[in-house]
């Protein structure tokens, strides 16, 4: 590293949709610095440089600078990338207009699908095609070439995305076509299909190339410009990018291939949960992250987390696909900026529509005029008006009030307290479809995760109602959850994801020469490790195949071990690719045939990480310099209850509290309901039981 001596910081930043996070990590005091500001919509970086401020860091000092962000999703949903162009094969120009032909909403009459990132009239046609094995059916005419950069000029095309079929096989086309355009219109940005994926399924290819293509530009800019920034405050270190994996990677290689950003920020949180199980020995759990605008869930299994191979952003229904992966999570539109209102028919709901951090919840005094989820819990007593953000924010509470009792409570006849906690219940009620969407949706059993680690700024004020809505019997509040996907970045390792097709049947194959395909795709990969200047501790390689029944069309991903390779022991796979097929479908065939469909490796470079470090020993009595005072808190069936409250940094390991209680943090507020007991362990994390 350079100047690493005078070096002694990771910094950490996520920017969410309404608040932006730092963690820095001093390596030399082992100490964690936090910091937390409101998003800058119209320019990101400026809620980066603030919270950074806020904590008191400077990047000089620093020698990993650690980004997550939801700017490529956020670029994807809202419609709002760059002018973009597709190349592809003759005859093909419609495979990303008509995908799969399938209707997920069968009796919609209205149901619309999938809509294009890329108009038809900007998909262009070249004279070429190759054969599925890779070789050359109809040699690439060059001659179209020119006229090609003509139009892509005239249009004012900003984006290039090229897609020849099966060039998964044979890049050498879509190569070709690139390096033209790079010397003839330098200016654009170009992405092939064969650079972000060897896997096959067109649609998919198509769709994945398209969207890297289209938030391509956007995502550079917004990356240069914390690049710029970082050097004009002298910082000389390493600046990695978390990716959706939860996975860390070099700067270019985020320039490049955006696609492997796009949920960077929630899955630091997922993996920060991760680290956090293996610390306390627990097997299973639900990461379940609220934040200002939505609400995220993941599952850690066997103390790892899944991932998922390829997605649909966009939900199922309307969504476009991914070939890229993803740790498994999913999303609804429930955060703590979320906007309660009265649809048509008088119903009360709660989002997707959300406040953000301009112009935020009434209570913030931003200019906001409806009525959110934040400003329930002020109305509730559930948290401090003078004490938010550690007194850093006043909130109105005389405003959220009557923003709640016009909007919502006097059109339903209700009192602003129970309309508040309406608000609050159907938030729950949503809340809990993201846990059942990595769980129930997925073929797991809830009942195998009896723990649900919440954190986000909005996750402890909910938790607890969540956990009933899913019978879930303990919540985990980890320290500062705030800041918790910040973190979480901070215990991820590199990261290389690969992927190669290849169509076989399992009796066919040798284990020595699948060993060979393996290093072989392995190979070019681990040059990158290399190339960081990273103190990485070891590297690990974790193989997988996707493998189906013959005469299936879909696949499932089987985890092969070691000891298979070792042993040589193909019915290990066999049996190995059995059970899960069994889980996920509920159904196995252990006297059917399988083939393998593709190869996928993942290689890790463990770096050297800070330790989670250990609290004061207490008593099962909280220390009474920990109570702060009582305030009344409205709780189920708008029972009014005074309530203690408690600041978390004073509480000792060991102590626990008997529900109603408030523990309040700088960025957080964990609500205790009546009867729910919670216990600090000895790294200062809150278990509450849910009764």
């Known amino acids: 590293m350079k100047n690493q001596k005078s070096q002694i910081f990771r910094i950490a930043t996520d920017i969410g949709g309404t608040f932006t996070d730092s963690a820095a990590f001093d390596t030399q005091k082992s100490k964690l610095i936090l910091g937390k500001t409101l998003t800058t919509p119209n320019r990101l970086v400026e809620g980066i440089l603030r919270g950074l401020s806020k904590s008191g860091v400077s990047p000089k000092d620093a020698n990993l600078f650690l ?45 619309r699908k999938h809509q294009p990132l890329v108009d038809r009239n900007l998909r262009f046609e070249v004279n070429e095609r190759l054969m599925a094995d890779g070789t050359v059916y109809k040699a690439l005419d060059t001659s179209e070439l020119n006229a090609l950069v003509k139009k892509l000029e005239f249009l004012g095309i900003e984006s290039v995305a090229i897609l020849f079929l099966h060039a998964y096989r044979n890049p050498l086309h879509e190569n070709v076509v690139r390096d033209y355009l790079q010397k003839k219109l330098p200016h654009l940005f170009i992405s092939t299909s064969s650079d972000l994926s060897k896997e096959y399924r ?12 289209y938030i391509g530009p956007r995502v550079n800019k917004y990356l240069g410009e914390i690049e710029h920034e970082l050097k004009q405050m002298n910082f000389n270190g390493e600046f990695l990018v978390v990716q959706s994996t939860g996975g860390l990677y070099s700067l270019n290689e985020a320039r490049q291939d955006c696609v492997r950003m796009m949920e960077s ?18 097997d299973n759990a639900i990461a379940f992250d609220m934040g200002g605008t939505t609400a995220k869930a993941g599952v850690i299994r066997d103390q790892e987390a ?13 969504g476009l696909p991914l070939l890229t992966p ?45 009525p959110t989820v934040t400003d329930a819990n002020l109305v509730l007593g559930r948290l401090d008006p003078k004490n938010f953000l550690g007194g850093e924010m006043r909130l109105d509470k005389k405003a959220a009030i009557a923003a709640i009792k016009e909007k919502i409570a006097t059109p339903l006849g209700l009192s602003v307290n129970q309309a508040a906690l309406g608000i609050l219940r159907i938030a729950a009620a949503a809340m809990s479809h993201a846990v059942k969407g990595v769980t129930t949706d997925r073929g797991l059993d809830p009942g195998m995760f009896p723990n649900l680690f919440a954190y986000g700024g909005a996750g402890p004020l909910h938790a607890a109602m969540v956990a009933r809505e899913l019978s879930i019997p ?23 994801d690969l992927v190669v097709s290849k169509f076989i049947p399992l009796q066919k194959v040798q284990m020595s020469e699948l060993n060979e395909w393996f290093t072989d795709m392995e190979k070019e990969s681990e040059q990158s490790f290399h190339a960081i200047e990273l103190a990485t501790k070891k590297m690990i390689k974790k193989r997988y195949l996707d493998m189906r029944y013959v005469g299936q069309e879909h696949a499932v991903t089987v985890e092969i071990s070691s000891a298979a390779f070792k042993h040589k022991n193909l019915s290990a796979i066999k049996e190995a690719f059995d059970i899960v097929h069994l889980e996920r479908y509920g159904r196995g065939s252990p006297h059917e045939s399988a083939e393998i469909v593709s190869l996928r490796s993942t290689i890790l470079g463990e770096l050297k990480k800070p ?9 099962k009595s909280a220390p009474k310099s920990s109570l702060s005072g009582v305030r009344k808190v409205v709780f189920d069936h708008s029972k009014v209850m005074e309530t203690k409250i408690y600041q978390r940094e004073r509480l000792l390991a060991n102590n626990v509290i008997h529900g109603p209680a408030l523990i309040e943090e700088h960025a957080s507020t964990t609500v205790i309901h009546p009867k729910d007991t919670v216990t600090v362990d000895p790294y200062g994390n809150l278990h509450i039981q849910i009764k």
């Open 202 to 213: 067109e649609f998919e290819r198509t769709s994945t190339v398209v969207a890297n293509a």
């Open 265 to 282: 920020g929630p899955a630091a949180g997922v993996i920060g949960t991760q680290a956090l199980c293996k610390t306390l020995g627990i």
């Open 326 to 370: 993803m740790i498994d999570i999913h999303e609804v539109g429930t955060g703590g900026g979320s906007i309660a209102y009265l649809s048509t028919t008088g119903a009360l709901r709660v989002g997707p529509q959300s406040a953000g951090a301009s112009p935020g919840p009434v209570c913030y005094g931003l200019g906001g005029t409806e």
């Open 306 to 318: 899944l991932v998922a191979n390829s997605v649909i952003i966009g939900g199922y229904l309307t």
């Open 611 to 619: 330790l989670l470090e250990k609290i004061t020993q207490g008593s």
């Open 474 to 496: 303990k919540v985990i509040i980890p320290r500062a959850p705030g800041h918790f996907s910040a973190f979480g970045m901070l215990l991820a390792d590199f990261r290389k």
């Open 67 to 111: 980004h997550g962000s939801t700017i490529a999703i956020n670029t994807m949903l809202e419609r709002n990338g760059s002018k973009t162009a597709l190349i592809t094969t003759k005859g093909f120009r419609d495979i990303y207009e008509i995908g799969r032909i399938n209707r997920p909403d069968s009796f919609n009459l209205r149901h």
